[in-house]
């Protein structure tokens, strides 16, 4: 999965962002670049997040911004990683809201886009990677994680 950002340049590392919506409009700019999404969707994502809470961080440290299935602009089902030095609040009264590691879904094929979510969830239970992706630099600490973390398991 990390060796599949860096192919098809769905990545970006940055210092920071201004705020919670500045990160979201960020993490989307990978898969903007390929036409993988309209610019449209970052805003979809941030007008969900106005309005149910931030429920795209799904740990500490790590969010998953998303759209309903079937959001306009979405024309491929893919994942989007962007990594942050400095983690953006999105609840200043919950620093377990706070993220740094984005991982963006796209989805109109229903079934890749489950696989993803399978392969993504199988990656953030491993303490050891989430914790070294913290630690990432660039897309070759992405390939050097994917090799030292996934390759045996992904087959």
């Not at 599949?4 to 500045?22: N, P, T």
């Not at 989307?28 to 390929?34: G, I, P, W």
């Not at 149910?52 to 759209?67: R, T």
């Not at 796209?106 to 070294?132: D, F, T, W």
Request: hydrophobic share 40%.
């Amino acid at each position: 999965m990390l060796r599949e950002f860096v192919e098809k340049k769905h990545y970006l590392f940055a210092e920071e962002a201004k705020d919670w919506e500045d990160a979201i409009i960020m993490s989307c700019k990978s898969l903007e670049a390929d036409g993988t999404v309209e610019s449209n969707y970052a805003h979809d994502i941030v007008e969900c997040v106005r309005k149910y809470g931030p429920y795209i961080v799904i740990m500490p440290k790590i969010a998953m911004p998303h759209s309903q299935e079937g959001a306009v602009g979405v024309n491929k089902t893919a994942i989007g990683f962007m990594k942050l030095e400095k983690p953006v609040s999105f609840d200043p009264n919950d620093p377990e809201k706070d993220a740094q590691l984005f991982f963006t879904l796209a989805s109109c094929n229903p079934e890749q886009h489950l696989n993803n979510m399978m392969r993504l969830s199988e990656m953030l239970m491993n303490e050891e990677l989430v914790a070294e992706l913290l630690e990432a630099k660039g897309p070759e600490d992405l390939l050097r994680l994917q090799e030292k973390y996934l390759d045996n398991k992904e087959g």
